[in-house]
């Protein structure tokens, strides 16, 4: 029983391992963001930190229509303020 239990760890090491390397892997070229992109984006962030210092509550609509960017674009925001611990992204339950 011991050593079926040893198997299945050393197993499970082996899949975590797998898992580590491949999140480690580089993204093609492609999807990744050019510097003037990634300056954009840092100024839409800290133009979004400032909203929230300035108001109670946004949302990714008033984050889209005040930085005059896609709704899409403002989700992308909003999650990325969740992650700073700035906020935290909330959905209407229908």
């Known amino acids: 029983m011991a050593s079926a239990v040893d198997i299945?760890?050393?197993?499970?090491?082996?899949?975590?391992?797998r898992l580590k390397n491949l999140e480690e892997e580089k993204?093609?070229?492609i999807n990744k963001p050019t510097s003037e992109?990634?300056?954009?984006?840092?100024?839409?962030?800290?133009?979004a930190v400032s909203l929230i210092n300035q108001y109670e509550e946004i949302s990714a609509s008033q984050l889209?229509?005040?930085?005059k960017i896609s709704t899409k674009k403002a989700e992308e925001i909003m999650d990325q303020l969740e992650k700073?611990?700035?906020g935290t992204c909330y959905t209407k339950e229908v």
């Open 84 to 86: 700073l611990g700035l």
């Open 27 to 29: 993204s093609p070229s």
């Open 37 to 47: 992109e990634k300056n954009t984006a840092d100024s839409f962030l800290i133009q």
């Open 64 to 67: 889209a229509s005040t930085l």
């Open 8 to 17: 299945i760890l050393k197993k499970l090491d082996q899949i975590e391992e």
